[in-house]
């Protein structure tokens, strides 16, 4: 029962190194640099070395141990090089299109973060009128529009309050 139990616990260790093992090599995956975080020099040199990777794959393949190689096998690597070079113009299109998006993105985060800046107010100014002998609060406050109660409210006075000529009282506050 001993060996059984052993042998139990030694094939649980070993899969529970492999699965430590897949779980960092899908860490290392995640953290490697993709080709789309290269810059366009590096994309470039990559993609001419695949390049230059396939055509000796192919010529090698297509040698086939004699040293000349047939119309029809150089046609056809001929061929195969046009398409790569298609598809390396079409990615550098396409790096370019990506360029200009970010460039894009750039100016909106630019303009997004000058209108979520906030908005100062302008010091308005404020307006006093001098009291005139025979004047009342409900003269003043329906010459300047507005009510007593605003009236006395700028001023911290009551509806009762005397006023006197000469007496300068807020007519708006500015704001």
Known sequence: MD???GKEMGEFKKERAENLKRRQKKKNIRR??????????????????????????????????????SVGDYDTIKAKLGDLQKSVTKLE????????????????ERS?????????SKATKRTYHE?????????IAEKHGITVEK???LNRITPKTVIRPGQK???SSGG
Do not use: H, W
């Open 3 to 5: 060996d059984d139990f």
């Open 32 to 69: 490697s640099k993709s080709p789309a975080n290269l810059n366009p020099e590096a994309r470039y040199l990559v993609l001419s070395a695949i390049g230059v990777f396939a055509l000796v794959i192919v010529l090698v393949l297509f040698s086939g141990g004699s040293d000349e190689i």
């Open 93 to 108: 299109g396409a790096e370019q299109k990506i360029a200009r998006l970010e460039s894009q993105v750039r100016k909106l």
């Open 112 to 120: 997004l973060s000058k209108l979520t800046r906030p908005v100062t």
């Open 131 to 139: 009291v005139r002998q025979g004047e009342t609060l409900s003269r």
């Open 151 to 153: 009236l006395c409210r």
């Open 169 to 171: 009282l807020l007519v």
